[in-house]
């Protein structure tokens, strides 16, 4: 698919691969090349000794080992002769993010990673010794401290899809959505990591020819492809998007988990509320937004000009190809260059009230879907509402989530000969607990 | 105004005033008798040694100086021969709401401060004079750190007229409302406590004459008189309302401030965002529910039966008189009576998705109204969206809030002699900036 061009630019020239001495970061199939440089914690089983980490090649690092042998010390932004206090790089990101000169570290790290750059490291046996391990036992945790969670919907195609089948393709957009970045409060407490079960939920519903309400366990329940931005740095006023932008950390994968049968019985008027609660699951690995830079891309051609305060001012927008897979089946393969709003437009938008935003939140987009049937971000879509259930290759078929499903969200922005990946995103779908209100 | 009599009992019998050693508290007009004991945190100006304190009389009292005395110390709950660590009595209540045991440490305090009672403090004046200072100087800051904050919607006489207004009279309740407590999720970063000044937001509006939206000021800024719930333990599974009941700690005055401008243009579909988001006022005493226990009163008859899960099990609404100041001038005065699902009913609903909930997580009631003009809790309600604007003493007219009006909001729960006093929940508001996007 050619890169739709916009007002604004064609997007960055993309870079070719960055190689580097770490085993296996070279291999085109890797997802991280010295290119990419994710933001992962360590769990070592005891919160204390958890550690900041990356992941290059088959491998991951301890960056707080590297600081603490004096290798790689964050530096304070805005005060370059500053370093962080020892200590950063353990826990979380969240110190990082809010203080640190994020671009001077990245490249004092690539440096030292780089097939031909900084020696320290490579030449070091011992300290290589202690600061590497193999990725694949690695075990992550939060790699941040999410503070806030904020999903908003600025996928044209589901919210085209989605307003369709509620209102009729005549209303299928609401007349604000042109103009602004639609979203919502999430809750902060029901978002987990890759990995994690979700049990399917109970929840107030009601059919549309049901009398009356009743409590039952969601039999609609749904996932959601998005993506989900990290917010670096607070802010105390209105953003603009240039601001914004600078302010977005990276990006993960997110599945925003949805009971639709509790969604049309609750959303009005007040909006999603326990529909969405059960869980939100993201991806471990941060992906800095500086490793996609070069894969930004330019803005949709917009129907009616935004207001000043949302324009478009660059490429910011994402070549990643994203996709769902199902129990081991791919479902859904889309782009989220498809989203209408980006990230820095949402942020924007969200402080434009005065609303303080946190080191730490986090942004969902908003489900992802192209015009294809087989480009749908959600189940609700692939389906159809239920009225065309997907068969998979197992000749089985779904509407919507069946107890015990597998779900797996994919993401990588391809470049020349090498990939930057995002990592797992996934989890299985438990059967809902007995009545807790019984007897 | 009679109690409304209801299936489940009459409320509990009111308490008589319980007699201290404390100058003031025994004045019938003293918000803070023996009876409240407030929870709140005095700013000493470093953060380090902030301290818990309650108002007894025309004291406050230093709650961590008490701990460090041997007088005072939390116990654990579940665990009666555990004490607290020390400590736990500074900074902020959300080590104790999580962990103690609330009504053993009640007991204990009352009995200290108590005319008969342990005459362990009474009757050491060097110890007297450390830890009482006059409440008249006292800075007070944040009592808890709030986690997560979620407004409701649950004051029938609200709904009925924002809806009558913005849909009709036919269809002015939403059908979803008598059967759940709806809400949503709002933005934790944007509460503040009360004496913090409030700038007039710019949002994105238009009007139902105008071709296209705007940025511009908000010019329908309003306040929405609620009752917040502090929820003090956290859960993770659907609770009964019963068990919601006991993991709320206490009460506070909260203050919703709301663009009706930005809200109308940006709620379809997903709620209200930005228009909830600049900011929230809170008092800065967390009322105990203990405090509040003989001022319980029952529910409202219910048009139609409550699902098993949100049924109401005793009485758990609570008689506190509540009014709205406006530059000194009374515009509206109601009770919490008014409300028709408890902050126990909403937090069994806010946790039957499986949603977990937090310590320090904030409920926001919804505006209280009552049925006459002078009882309404907003202005959008006492001026009916502007059309029938309301004529201050002063001869000024208001539709919506000015810039420099000055709000506060009252409460009190009235007993036989005494009454359990809320403190200021009070904001004044500035002028908008000039246009943050300009030039």
Avoid at 181 to 191: H, K
Wanted: negative net charge; hydrophobic residues 40%; glycine residues 10%.
């Amino acid at each position: 698919m050619d890169a739709p061009t916009g007002p604004t630019g064609t997007g960055t020239p993309k870079m070719t691969l960055l190689r580097s001495w770490v085993p296996g970061a070279n291999d085109p199939a890797c997802p991280f090349p010295l290119n990419n440089l994710p933001c992962g914690v360590i769990d070592t089983g005891d919160p204390r000794t958890d550690f900041c980490a990356t992941a290059i090649g088959d491998q991951v690092l301890n960056l707080a080992l590297l600081e603490e042998a004096g290798l790689l010390r964050p530096r304070v932004w805005r005060q370059p002769s500053a370093t962080m206090p020892q200590g950063t790089m353990r826990t979380h990101w969240n110190g990082f993010m809010a203080m640190a000169d994020w671009d001077a570290y990245r490249a004092a790290l690539t440096d030292l990673l780089a097939e031909h750059g900084n020696p320290a490291l490579r030449d070091a046996p011992d300290l290589r010794a202690q600061v590497f391990a193999p990725l694949a036992q690695a075990q992550l945790t939060w790699p941040v401290r999410i503070a806030e969670y904020t999903d908003f919907y600025a996928g044209r195609h589901h919210a085209t899809n989605v307003g369709t089948m509620f209102r009729g393709a005549d209303n299928a957009l609401p007349p604000n959505w042109l103009h602004m970045p639609i979203g919502y409060n999430g809750r902060a407490s029901s978002v987990v990591l890759s990995g994690t079960d979700i049990r399917r939920p109970w929840g107030q519903v009601k059919g549309p020819d049901e009398d009356a309400p009743r409590f039952a366990p969601s039999a609609r329940f749904d996932l959601e492809l998005e993506l989900g931005a990290v917010v670096g740095r607070a802010s105390h006023g209105p953003l603009t998007v240039d601001q914004a932008d600078a302010n977005i950390f990276g990006y993960v994968l997110l599945n925003d988990w949805s009971a639709r049968d509790i969604q049309a019985w609750e959303y009005q008027p007040l909006g999603p509320f326990q529909a969405k609660a059960t869980a939100t699951t993201i991806s471990p690995w941060i992906i800095p937004a500086a490793a996609l830079g070069s894969f930004r891309v330019p803005p949709p051609v917009r129907d009616v000009p935004l207001l000043p305060h949302l324009r478009d001012t660059g490429p910011m927008f994402y070549d990643i190809d994203l996709s769902v897979t199902l129990n081991g089946h791919r479902i859904a393969a889309t782009n989220a260059r498809e989203l209408s709003y980006s990230a820095a437009q949402q942020l924007a938008h969200h402080s434009s009230s005065g609303c303080p935003m946190r080191t730490g939140d986090l942004l969902g987009s908003g489900t992802i879907s192209g015009a294809e049937r087989a480009e749908r971000g959600s189940l609700l879509e692939l389906s159809w509402g239920g009225k065309t259930p997907l068969t998979l290759p197992d000749g089985t078929t779904r509407s919507f989530l069946e107890d015990g499903d597998h779900l797996a969200l994919g993401g990588a922005a391809r470049g020349d000969g090498y990939q930057i990946g995002f990592g797992p995103c996934e989890g299985t779908l438990l059967p809902a607990h007995d009545d807790p209100f019984k007897g």
